[in-house]
């Protein structure tokens, strides 16, 4: 299997040992779950299918963010309870999950789950100097770790870009570099807070993706990533918490999806253009929403169109058509393909041929996690 890895910038070869080790991160359930995060997890569906039929065993995590900016906002503004709020999204969002054929994850934890975890990684960075305290807060110190930037290979200018658009806050007095990042925050009145050694608050963003990591999969996780979005800060900085502290690296392989726009804008919770799994769930069957999802690489960004799913539908009715049998020909092709790279486009266009030619594709779709 050959494919893109961000740190290096090209599609190298990926010959993991039995144990497949993935991250994956996930969402912060405040709201539905919209395409973005589908074309993400179905992504890391298809690369773990992909990897158990070569022989591998694979344990993938997908976190969930229950405790941050976005969601204590949301709560605040509903007047109800974060934690209540994030149940109810997460119902909703394993039931559209399920809907379109995700394969059960091996841990979903909660970032409020590792609180003695984020706790211990904090005190490390600051006794190997990696971080410091500043009004209240503990921040990473980016000048601190020579190899800051390394992933996303970003000027400076465009991180401090990238960090304000993200709630990184770069103006914040208490930084003695606008790009360090706090580990630790004090808490709002109506806020929730655990104790530290550091007061009463609540842990920054990117301490809680590393810390989960590090408990659910060890110290060195083969695969990690998300939307292309999340490169910086979000993974910048686990990169830099994490292997200040270990001296070891983080992550073997970065697979980052491209971004799915309407309109021509990313979709975002924060700009509202959203399109819902759950209303497409409403008009169309589940396997044709994955199939509209396939049809597009996961590298690239795209913009979501209607036509997408009604293409999806007529796609399945195709492949049922088909006859039945063992479609090794199928098969062939689209291990062929998913080893290129994760190339889906490919793979439904050789399974359109195949079943155009009345030869069996039923195994050949399940391998792309489609049931007809």
């Known amino acids: 299997m050959r494919l893109f890895d961000t740190a290096r910038g090209e599609v190298v070869d990926f010959a993991p040992g039995p144990t497949v080790t993935m991250y994956c991160c996930g969402i912060t359930p405040y709201d539905s779950a919209h395409l973005g995060h589908a074309a993400v997890y179905v992504t890391f569906d298809v690369l773990q299918r992909r990897l158990r039929d070569l022989g591998h065993e694979t344990r993938c995590v997908r976190n969930v963010t229950d405790v941050d900016d976005d969601i204590l906002r949301k709560a605040r503004e509903l007047g109800v309870y974060y934690l209540d709020l994030a149940a109810e999204e997460m119902a909703r969002f394993d039931s559209d999950m399920s809907a379109i054929g995700l394969l059960p994850v091996s841990s979903e934890p909660r970032a409020t789950s590792a609180i003695p975890e984020i706790l211990s990684l904090i005190g490390a960075a600051l006794e190997s100097n990696n971080a410091y305290e500043s009004g209240g807060s503990v921040y990473f110190d980016v000048s601190s770790f020579p190899f800051f930037g390394r992933l996303s290979g970003l000027e400076r200018s465009e991180m401090l870009r990238l960090a304000a658009e993200h709630g990184g806050h770069p103006e914040d007095p208490n930084k003695r570099d606008p790009l360090d990042f706090v580990l630790w925050q004090p808490s709002l009145e109506d806020e929730p807070a655990w104790e530290s050694r550091w007061g009463p608050g609540r842990p920054g963003w990117h301490i809680e993706c590393s810390a989960l990591a590090r408990r659910e999969l060890g ?53 509202g253009n959203l399109v819902f799994v759950a209303d497409l769930l409403k008009e169309y069957e589940p396997m044709a929403v994955r199939l509209a999802l396939l049809g597009h690489h996961y590298r690239g960004d795209w913009e979501w169109r209607q036509a997408d799913a009604e293409a999806g539908a007529a796609r399945l009715a195709r492949w049922r058509a088909a006859p039945p049998g063992e479609g090794a020909a199928a098969l062939a092709a689209v291990r062929r393909r998913l080893d290129d790279d994760l190339d889906t486009p490919g793979a439904l266009a050789d399974l359109d041929d195949l079943a155009g030619r009345d030869e069996p594709v039923a195994e050949a779709a399940a391998l792309l996690g489609v049931a007809l």
């Open 219 to 271: 110290d060195t996780i083969d695969i990690h990533g998300g939307g292309r979005d999340l490169v910086f800060p979000h993974h910048e900085c686990e990169v830099a918490q994490c292997e200040s502290v270990t001296h070891e690296p983080f992550v073997r392989h970065w697979v980052h999806v491209g971004l799915v726009g309407l309109d021509g804008t990313k979709m975002s919770k924060s700009l």
